[in-house]
Nanobody, 121 residues
């Protein structure tokens, strides 16, 4: 129903930067929320950042001051700019959206397949 295509992950040294992108496609009528979660080995998946209704942003404490989320509503694309990366940022990063589709009258949650970010020297 909704496909989320992620890009931008990879290997970066501590202190470096990456920008993740995620484009949503499908029979989308409206998007309530787009955001990013991450899951490190042996840990629970956690919120990194999200943007609600295109203007309200929320950040986890771990990324405040270093990460910036933004959205291009015309392209249904969300971005996560990550600066000053630390080894503890290493995780699989998942794109997320809560959206309304043509086949539903209520919002549904959708997830991308994840992209690996490795911060290491």
């Amino acid at each position: 129903q909704v496909e989320l295509v992620e890009s931008g992950g990879g290997l970066v040294q501590p202190g470096g930067s990456l920008r993740l992108s995620c484009a949503a496609s499908g029979s989308i009528i409206g998007i309530n929320t787009m955001g990013w979660y991450r899951q490190a080995p042996g840990k629970q998946r956690e919120l990194v950042a999200q943007i609600v209704r295109g203007d309200k942003t929320n950040y986890a404490d771990s990324g405040k001051g270093r990460f910036t989320i933004s959205v291009d509503s015309a392209k249904n694309t969300v971005y996560l700019q990550m600066n000053s990366l630390k080894p503890e940022d290493t995780a699989v990063y998942y794109c997320y959206t809560r959206a309304t589709t043509a086949s539903h009258y209520y919002d549904m949650d959708y997830w991308g397949k994840g992209t690996l970010v490795t911060v290491s020297s």
